[in-house]
């Protein structure tokens, strides 16, 4: 029997799983899919908001400022990168201007520092490639950008290091109360018992809460759509940019990533399932709304496309509190943006603030919230290189040559906490298959690396877990 456990393993679950251990007690995070990481947290822009866009008074903009502020710190002790790189909102007229003069103060009123009216000619001078209508531009200096699978990854190792358990492959179908325990079955008949169970299920989370008596709310799914161009490109701007609101959203943007690539979009378009499929005519319709905002944007370095469905809810904001039906369930749900900015905030007031009252916490004498982060090889000195390969030489061996990632960082990623079981959670831990050739030239010896130190047959490594097995069987 678990003290608390938590449903999905997203950035919401994986933040408050962390917090969690830091109180004596036994935790367990389900997750339905063979990763972590593979819904919203997966997906989206890596945009560390800075504040300025939820409405005052919202659990949005609480929790938006808030976990902006907690961010770099963060970041830092689970050594993930993260760069307070600033964000420049783009207006094309008169209209635009007015606009982002009522952005600048909502900012202010959510405590948002610093925000400022730049001229054309400022803008120019820090991003030089703005489209020829920009004629002024807001910018934000605490923006920031940051990896959401790294982040949501690294919180559920350091959990993980602390005590906790994670159940992949535990789909959530049922769950019954008696007194006061739990008890949650998964599609396949698998068994978990627990007190508390905080349901951070992202898109299903209205379907989770249903199960277990809730149904005051419902989520619904927006898809983005996204293009991404390869690091050669990493330079072509420095600054998050994003177009001047609209009724209909935040429309698009152009930033770097942590990981010096180009990231174009997302569209938002409502939809009626979780399917991340692209589409033409979504990709052209970012091509075309970027293009108005940068000149000569390198369309040539173009290495994937991708989309992610945001989860909002009929609330129009975070559901973040204790079921007002059921005893014991704590909801996270319609957690869309800018929900992973708002994590780390959205766990410390979820364990302090809700679980507290519900399960008598006793600080963990023991927690140790630094993780250390991988080597990433090719960002060593030579000397360090050739030390870490005197003490393993399968760091000397290159796997992915288009990432420069070496064998001993992805048997490192198969053996640590949460451990990679699939072709896609060793790229989203190592970078191996995330290159200009996007694994056409690595995938194999991946594979075969996997299967070795997983002892398991070739046929049973899989993309995405089960159904997205790579080989059937041997030809010669
Ligand atoms: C296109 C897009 C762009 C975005 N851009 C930004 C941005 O720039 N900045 C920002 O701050 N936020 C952004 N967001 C929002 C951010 O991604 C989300 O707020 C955040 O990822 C939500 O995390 P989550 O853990 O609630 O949900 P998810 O990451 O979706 O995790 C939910 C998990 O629950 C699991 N699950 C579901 N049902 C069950 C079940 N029955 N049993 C077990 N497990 C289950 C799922 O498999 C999933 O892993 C964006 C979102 C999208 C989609």
Do not use: W
Not at 179 to 189: E, H, I, M, N, Q
């Amino acid at each position: 029997m678990y003290d608390v456990v938590v449903i999905g393993g997203g950035v919401i679950g994986g933040t408050v799983l962390r917090e969690l251990t830091k109180y004596q007690g036994n935790f367990c995070l389900l997750e339905k899919n063979d990763d972590v990481a593979m819904g919203q947290s997966r997906a989206n822009s890596g945009i560390v908001h800075a504040g300025f866009d939820a409405v005052p008074g919202t659990n949005k903009a609480k929790f938006n400022v808030l976990g902006n502020k907690m961010m770099q710190s963060y970041a830092k002790e689970l050594g993930v990168k993260y760069i307070n790189n600033g964000s420049l909102v783009l207006g094309y007229d008169q209209e635009d201007r007015r606009t982002l003069l009522s952005l600048k103060e909502r900012g202010e009123k959510n405590g948002v520092p610093d925000l400022a009216i730049l001229e054309r000619e400022q803008v120019l001078e820090i991003e030089p490639n703005i489209g020829d209508e920009v004629i002024c531009a807001m910018i934000a200096p605490t923006g920031g950008i940051i990896c959401p699978y790294e982040l949501s990854i690294a919180a559920i190792g350091n959990a993980m290091d602390n005590g906790a358990h994670l159940k992949c492959n535990f789909c959530v179908d049922k769950i019954q109360k008696d007194g006061d325990v739990f008890t949650l079955t998964s599609k396949d008949g698998q068994v978990v018992q627990a007190k508390v169970i905080i349901n951070c299920a992202g898109y299903y989370s209205d379907q989770v809460s249903a199960l277990a008596g809730d149904e005051t709310f419902q989520v619904e799914g927006r898809k983005g759509e996204y293009i991404l161009l390869d690091r050669e490109s990493g330079d072509f701007v420095s600054h998050t940019l994003f177009i001047t609101p609209t009724p209909a959203g935040k429309g698009v943007l152009v930033t770097q990533t942590v990981d010096g690539n180009i990231l174009l979009g997302p569209t938002s378009v409502e939809v009626p399932t979780d399917d991340t499929s692209t589409t033409q005519e979504g990709l052209q319709s970012v091509i075309e709304k970027v293009n108005r905002m940068c000149k000569g944007v390198p369309h040539y370095n173009t290495i994937t496309s991708f989309a992610g469905v945001r989860a909002y809810c009929d609330r129009h904001d975070f559901i973040i509190e204790k079921s007002p039906k059921v005893q014991g369930l704590i909801n996270c749900a319609g957690i869309e943006s800018p929900g992973l900015t708002s994590a780390p905030a959205i766990a410390k007031y979820v364990v302090e603030q809700l679980v507290s009252t519900l399960f008598n916490l006793s600080p963990n004498a023991n927690f140790n919230g630094v993780r250390t982060p991988d080597n990433f090889f090719k960002n060593l000195s030579t000397e360090q290189k050739n030390q870490l390969i005197k003490k393993d030489d399968r760091y000397g061996k290159i796997v992915c040559r288009c990432e420069q990632v070496t064998e001993g960082e992805i048997v490192r990623a198969i053996h640590e906490n949460p451990p990679a079981r699939s072709l896609s959670a060793v790229k989203r831990r190592t970078r191996a298959g995330m290159g200009r050739c996007q694994s056409g030239f690595c995938q194999a010896t991946v594979l075969e690396i996997l299967a070795r130190e997983l002892g398991v047959s070739m046929e049973e490594i899989a993309l995405n877990g089960k159904g997205s097995e790579i080989l059937v069987g041997k030809t010669k």
